[in-house]
């Protein structure tokens, strides 16, 4: 159970271009989802935090014009990359939560995103 | 300071061996803890999680907490070639419901036949 689904996993943009990445609850309803960025050989760190139906609320130093997050549904949550760069370069991971409290995250497979 | 501390390795062991990783933290406001696996171009997988202070098993993994010295640690036994990953601790601030999770820098396990 607890499926995270992300899509695509890797993509490849010229620079100037947008990007979307969606990420999917499969079995579950997502109160809350999360985006991730990791670069090689670094942790985790967080970029946004969406619930449904609201807003995302951004980490300090995150470009909210830039990452645009959606949550229009309790199983899909989109990242969009806006006027990629390669700086943007990454990857890009999704996760979900299903309830309240302390519910473990599950994560998606990620999307490595190479801008040109 | 960093609030999680974890040693990024690599590690290397032998097929059979056991391992241990561990975390630091400095936040005593973690309550609960997480260990993920995380292998090459995959996003983390949930490994355990844990509420309180001991230990917990699952079948070849137990994640051990001690919180009187904020230190947290994950065993694996018989260790398998199929366990080479990097293992990340993680720790949820529960704040206003949002659980934002605090991720070590990941430790990085190979695992030779």
């Known amino acids: 159970g607890a499926v995270v689904s992300q899509h695509p996993s890797w993509v490849i943009c010229k620079s100037g271009t947008s990007v979307k990445i969606e990420c999917r609850s499969l079995d579950f309803q997502a109160t809350t989802m999360f985006w991730y960025r990791q670069f090689p050989k670094q942790s985790l760190m967080l970029m946004a935090t969406s619930n449904e139906g609201s807003k995302a609320t951004y980490e300090q130093g995150v470009e909210k014009d830039k990452f645009l997050i959606n949550h229009a549904s309790l199983t899909l949550s989109t990242l969009t990359v806006t006027s990629a760069h390669p700086e943007d370069s990454s990857f890009y991971i999704c996760?979900?939560?299903?309830?309240?409290?302390?519910?473990?995250?599950?994560f998606g497979n990620g999307t490595r995103l190479t801008v040109t | 300071q960093k609030e999680v501390e974890q040693d990024p390795g690599p590690l290397s062991v032998p097929e059979g061996a056991i391992v241990s990783l561990n975390c630091t933290y400095s936040?005593?406001?973690?309550?609960?803890f997480m260990w993920y696996r995380q292998y090459s171009r995959k996003g983390p997988e949930l490994l355990m999680y844990t509420y309180s202070s001991g230990n917990k098993e699952d079948g070849r993994f137990t994640a051990q907490v001690d919180k009187s010295s904020k230190y947290i640690s994950l065993f694996i036994r018989d260790s398998q070639p199929s366990d080479s990953a990097t293992y990340l601790c993680a720790m949820p601030e529960e704040t206003g419901g949002g659980n934002k999770l605090t991720f070590g820098t990941g430790t990085q396990l190979k695992v030779e036949l």
């Open positions: 936040n005593s406001a973690f309550q609960y």
């Open positions: 996760s979900a939560r299903g309830g309240q409290g302390r519910t473990p995250l599950h």
